[in-house]
């Protein structure tokens, strides 16, 4: 990111915060803290986006002391609870469908990249 396209490690954080919370994913879940590493990190980063398994997972598993499974397992609980008490609105504006349709939820990568690309255009970060 260049400099005048920064934004400073603490709103970034409130800002996926919030958007999480919009999305229904309730903070104490343990993939909440998990998404929320990895959306910061694939903002910051976009090219983690191409390489969750191989790069984010492991990243994060490291960053928290635990095993990629249980990072990927986490993460899909989470987007499984957005999905199924999130914004629908949100949804619909983000993905593009809503758990209204039947439409299946979207994976943990295409989940990670809708929010963190949406992050990223918000905040002029492109």
């Known amino acids: 990111m260049t400099q005048q396209n920064m934004i400073s490690p603490g709103e970034l954080e ?3 915060s919030d958007l999480m919370l919009e999305l229904g994913i ?7 803290q998990f998404l ?3 959306i910061g990190m694939c903002v910051e980063d976009m090219e983690l986006v191409g390489s ?7 990243d994060l598993a490291k960053m928290y002391q635990t095993t990629d499974t249980k990072i990927e397992r986490a993460i899909r609980n989470a987007i499984e609870v957005s999905w199924e008490r999130g914004n629908t609105d949100l949804f619909e504006e983000l993905f593009g469908y809503s758990n209204t349709l039947e439409y299946t939820r979207p994976t943990n990568s295409e989940y990670i990249a809708v929010v963190a690309d949406y992050i990223r255009l918000k905040n002029n970060l492109i």
């Open 14 to 16: 409130r800002t996926i």
């Open 26 to 32: 309730p903070a104490h879940l343990r993939g909440y």
């Open 36 to 38: 929320r590493s990895a």
């Open 52 to 58: 969750v398994t191989k790069l984010l997972y492991p």
